[in-house]
């Protein structure tokens, strides 16, 4: 390299030539900072390093997943009479989920960004608990809670039964997606000046017609983009689907469930059907995501 | 009772506070709140259309108490400087949407949404989204939807400080028009004092939460109150003592440098200089200002001077104002379309610079003069110059 080295007046330190030769330590040029004169940083060279090949590992997966069935053996994995009842149940019950989720967490992220009152952060601490909390917990958390202990005799006698069905299903994948769903429209509410709806309450309207004429639609695209990610998470949700509704074969039996169950028999077709299934769905969701939030709908 | 009535008003809102703030208005009138910025005045704006609850106090508009009314039932509208235009609506839907809950009538709605575009010059605009509009037509969009409802207060809090200066002239006009047409009463916050001048009947000075002063702009111009109000209108102002009265007129002595801080400085000198520096001392005596205001012998006073009211010459002139004052020029800059002219008064021995600076008690003058005047004086950093203004234009405040 020090052969290269020499006075570099500022005329020859701009242009094509300045990037292939500069070894400046002193070099003002932008192109030359960031570029040229901490090329040989060695830990510029590992970061980079690393990014790409874990990035490369996870690319490779996902490639692996997709590539490794024939179409003929996926397409007839896909028409089985279990992958059939496992989608349909997928999709009609996150779709019941998602449903919920919004209804429920549309008034709380809107409490959480515009009022104040006592136990505010409190709700805010328990909604952030099962971020860092495991999925399987969760569900044993909810099966106590729904079995026999607590609430399940007394929905019992109402003819609710959650433990081991469908329906459990649904509320296992509330409580998972609903703390995220909270953050995201939280988010978008809080993105949203007050002012609009103060402007909007002179000119006679109420609380709820301000929300309902203002609020809501300034907030369609946030809205929206929650709800497909909260739809995502709902299909995808398994360790507490598994605890709360059990996962048995053609009754609780979702998408991951498919996967687990499959995988466990050594039946690999259906296992990495499932899968690629979901990834779609998370590929989409995603995509559909960072299209939407915070940008028009 | 007044129209309206906002009686010591307590609020303490994170940071910002109003510690008992009393205002009124008549019916009809534009009433102008400025003070410096975290004064709270968009605060008692929002306290007063209900977005805030006082602490204590009350307002009553109309005679009413309105003070723990939701913001929904005063029949208040208001215009914020970022315009606050629904964006999911167009121009029309924002205006329309204002009159739904009074009118239930479409043509009606729409033959009054036309009405107020006309008198703002939108009507060309309807159609379009709020994003796709310039600054000065959301604020015309937005006052029209303010203004349709015909409302018994209209609050502006800055609805101009977003626009350029041509805009603001014409949004003026606008207003003066629409307003005249709509007989609506206004409280309007800002910092441009065109705004000031050309619109409102009454001048409110807003300090932390506190009315500073008010009254009519004549007069809180031409005879600010408290120090910090006159110094906040960019007035002059000099402190002194009253020496005698000479007819209609009173004798100001205003105190030149030689009376209070040179002789710190002097210590601060080498010795050499200090013969300089008495010399220096010795011109620099305190000078005399006539004003055409009553005072009592003795009485320590400030007096106030407008900037645009000041002559400038480059000698001394005899003329029918009783007051020429000389000076050194110390800064000159341009404000707005005129220069406004910094000069250092109450030294003799102008033209003797090193020894007079600011900090030695010297009194400043600033004057506003026209970019010809200028060229025309000749008027540079440093130079000798002449202050000229009438003894009716230097007030006395206390």
């Not at chain 1, 809670?145 to 006698?157: A, H, K, V």
């Not at chain 1, 004429?213 to 907030?219: E, Y």
């Amino acid at each position: 390299m020090q052969s290269v080295r020499k006075i570099w007046t500022k005329e020859s330190c701009t242009g094509k030539n300045h990037e292939k030769n500069c070894v400046r330590d002193s070099c003002i040029s932008n192109s030359c900072i960031r570029k040229t004169c901490v090329r040989n940083s060695w830990f510029r060279n590992a970061t980079i390093g690393i990014s790409f090949f874990f990035t490369f590992l996870l690319f490779l997966a996902v490639g692996t997943l997709l590539l490794v069935l024939k179409p003929s053996e996926l397409l007839s994995a896909l028409m089985s009479e279990e992958m059939l009842y496992s989608m349909e149940l997928s999709v009609l019950t996150a779709s019941l989920s998602t449903l919920t989720v919004m209804g429920c967490s549309i008034p709380t992220a809107y409490a959480l960004s515009r009022f104040s009152f006592p136990g505010k952060s409190l709700v805010k601490t328990i909604l952030g608990l099962p971020m860092a909390f495991p999925e399987l917990v969760l569900g044993l958390a909810l099966l106590l809670l729904f079995g026999q202990g607590f609430l399940g005799p007394f929905l019992e006698t109402l003819g609710i039964k959650v433990p081991f069905s469908k329906l459990g299903i649904v509320v296992a994948q509330f409580f998972i997606a609903f703390p995220y769903a909270v953050r995201v429209i939280y988010s978008t509410f809080e993105d949203i000046n007050p002012r609009y709806e103060q402007v909007s309450r002179s000119f006679g309207y109420g609380e709820f017609e301000t929300f309902r004429n203002v609020t809501l639609p300034m907030a369609r695209s946030g809205l929206f983009a929650s709800a497909v990610i909260t739809f995502a998470r709902c299909i995808g949700a398994f360790g507490a689907v598994l605890i709360l509704a059990g996962g048995s074969y053609m009754h609780t039996e979702v998408l991951p469930v498919t996967l687990y169950l499959n995988i466990s028999y050594g039946n690999l077709e259906m296992a990495i059907t499932s899968g690629v299934l979901l990834m779609l769905i998370a590929f989409l969701a995603i995509l559909t995501f960072e299209r939407f939030e915070g940008g028009s709908l | 009772m007044n129209f309206l009535e906002v009686n010591s008003l307590h609020l303490d809102v994170g940071g910002f506070e109003l510690t008992g703030v009393n205002l009124e208005a008549e019916k009809g009138d534009y009433v102008a709140l400025t003070g410096p910025s975290g004064s709270g005045k968009s605060l008692l704006l929002e306290t007063v259309i209900g977005f805030y609850a006082p602490k204590k106090g009350s307002i009553f508009l109309e005679g009413r108490d309105i003070t723990a009314l939701p913001p929904d039932k005063r029949q208040i509208s208001i215009v914020y400087q970022d315009h606050m235009l629904f964006p999911h609506m167009d121009v029309f839907e924002n205006i329309a949407y204002a009159l739904r809950k009074k009118l239930r009538d479409k043509k009606q709605i729409e033959s009054e949404v036309r009405q107020i575009a006309g008198i703002l010059g939108i009507d060309g605009l309807l159609h379009r989204k709020p994003t796709t509009l310039s600054g000065g037509e959301k604020q015309r969009a937005a006052l029209a939807r303010s203004l349709v409802v015909r409302p018994k207060l209209l609050l502006l809090d800055e609805p101009f400080s977003a626009l350029d200066i041509r805009n603001r002239e014409k949004m003026r006009e606008a207003l003066k028009k629409a307003i005249r047409e709509y007989r609506t009463t206004v409280l309007h916050v800002t910092h441009d004092f065109d705004d000031i001048w050309s619109l409102a009947n009454r001048v409110v000075i807003i300090r932390n939460g506190e009315v500073m002063q008010e009254g009519d702009p004549e007069s809180v111009f031409r005879r600010p109150s408290p120090d910090f109000v006159a110094d906040f209108l960019g007035t002059n102002v000099l402190k002194g003592k009253v020496r005698a009265l000479e007819g209609k007129l009173t004798v100001l002595e205003i105190r030149g440098p030689g009376q209070n801080q040179i002789p710190n400085k002097i210590q601060k000198q080498n010795q050499n200089q200090n013969r300089d520096q008495k010399k220096n001392r010795d011109q620099s005596q305190s000078f005399e200002i006539y004003s055409a205001d009553s005072a009592e012998p003795g009485e320590e006073v400030s007096i106030s001077i407008r900037p645009e009211e000041i002559i400038l010459a480059r000698g001394a002139v005899e003329s029918s104002a009783r007051n020429t004052v000389k000076g050194i020029v110390t800064g000159i800059s341009k404000k707005e379309h005129l220069v406004l002219v910094e000069m250092e008064i109450g030294n003799s021995a102008a033209g003797n610079s090193g020894q007079g600076n600011s900090e030695s008690g010297i009194s400043e003058l600033k004057a506003v003069v026209t970019p010809t005047s200028c060229e025309l004086l000749d008027l540079g950093i440093g130079k000798e110059i002449y202050a000229v203004f009438k003894a009716a234009n230097a007030r006395i405040i206390r």
